[in-house]
């Protein structure tokens, strides 16, 4: 069983930082990719930002700049620093981990996904 608990929404306004983080737990022996979705009403789910053990990471067009991804691996964490935020950004925000828990179990993982809300 693994379970990814996310933290940090909220409402700020146009121009502001948010911190989103991600914490995996539960049976895991590895994480390879992690990364932030996000879907806003009407929209499909998006790929916000990607980041791989090594610490590789890639960015949608539209945060490039704005957000940085990074990784605790010895804490399982995922965090998302969002600055110079813009009302377009308002969404739910989810985390994501394709996580080994052993004997070649390897599936994606969801967590529950935090409102991040940007007024104008």
């Known amino acids: 069983q693994v379970q990814l608990v996310e933290s940090g929404g909220g409402l700020v306004q146009a121009g502001g930082s948010l911190r989103l983080s991600c914490a995996a737990s539960?049976?895991?022996?590895?994480?390879?990719?992690m990364g932030w979705y996000r879907q806003a009403p009407g929209k499909q789910r998006e790929l916000v930002a990607g980041i791989i053990s090594r610490g590789s990471t890639n960015y949608a067009d539209s945060v490039k700049g704005r957000f940085t991804i990074s990784r605790d691996n010895a804490k399982n964490t995922v965090y998302l620093l969002m600055n110079s935020l813009k009302p377009e950004d308002t969404a739910v925000y989810y985390c994501?981990?394709?996580?080994?828990?052993?004997?070649?179990?390897?599936?994606?993982?969801w967590g529950q996904g935090t409102q991040v809300t940007v007024s104008s």
């Open positions: 994501n981990a394709n996580i080994n828990s052993g004997g070649y179990y390897i599936r994606d993982y």
């Open positions: 539960g049976s895991i022996f590895s994480i390879n990719v």
